[in-house]
């Protein structure tokens, strides 16, 4: 039984980190904004204070939120947690072409089910979300770094959808790892029109559910250009 209730309070926390998680990345809450006290957030989603303990540690491990203690405290958004890498993953890219290769390589298999759950469980606002994101990665086409932090964000929000939970947690380690190797990387050949393009299509089929132009779009998303650049030094 007791094992019962940890599990249930350990669901219930994971959902109001989702939650929360979700304005975060939506950017409904601003980079160094003030989330609330833990028990107006107690307050705000009539759960227990374990269960907001929970969740705060579960948002502090991802790198999206601090928890400043006194006067004048609270739980607090990170300065840029909505769109770089999390800071705090328990993944981290190492041995250069062929480390990343291999993250990669999970990432690809993991890919397709992260899209799947997207189309059987997205609402209105989620797409709303997604094409404000592709919107965003639009107007830094001149900047491929500042493009790709974007598109991370994207896929992340897009795996905000997953139902299942670890599949939701590993696969945003992964991306976590592939992001810091990309910030490294020499993007200045990188064709980000038709990386848009792909994306795009990408959002549209997850908005018409699941079947045949879901699975085109996901055959359609092209790694090979990461895996041979990523590596690669800034020039200088």
């Known amino acids: 039984m007791r094992d019962g209730l940890i599990d249930s309070r350990v669901s219930r926390a994971e959902s109001v ?62 300065s840029g947690s909505a769109a770089m890498a999390l800071s705090h993953s328990t993944l981290r890219f190492k041995g250069g072409a062929s480390g990343f290769s291999e993250y990669l390589a999970v990432r690809d298999a993991l890919e397709p089910l992260i899209c799947r759950e ?35 964000k994207l896929h992340r929000r ?25 910030e490294r990387a020499d993007l200045d050949d990188f064709d980000g029109a038709a990386h848009l393009a792909e994306h795009r299509e990408l959002i549209v089929a997850i908005e018409g559910g699941e079947g045949s132009r879901l699975e085109a779009a996901i055959a359609r998303q092209s790694p090979s250009y990461m895996v041979s650049r990523a590596p690669a030094p800034k020039k200088r």
């Open 17 to 78: 980190a989702g939650r929360l998680e979700a304005e975060i990345m939506d950017e409904v809450v601003a980079p160094g904004a003030l989330l609330g006290t833990k028990d107006e957030l107690r307050q705000r989603f009539g759960v227990a204070l374990a269960t907001i303990n929970e969740a705060v540690r579960l948002l502090e491990a991802r790198g999206l939120i601090e928890a400043r203690p006194g006067p004048g405290g609270g739980i607090f958004v990170t």
């Open 118 to 152: 997207a189309a059987r469980n997205h609402g209105p606002g989620d797409i709303d979300a997604l094409t404000r994101i592709l919107g965003q990665m639009q107007a830094k086409l001149g900047d491929p770094h500042a493009y790709m932090r974007l598109n991370y």
């Open 158 to 182: 897009i795996a905000k959808l997953a139902a299942n939970a670890p599949l939701h947690r590993i696969y945003s380690m992964l991306l976590d790892s592939m992001q810091d190797a990309l």
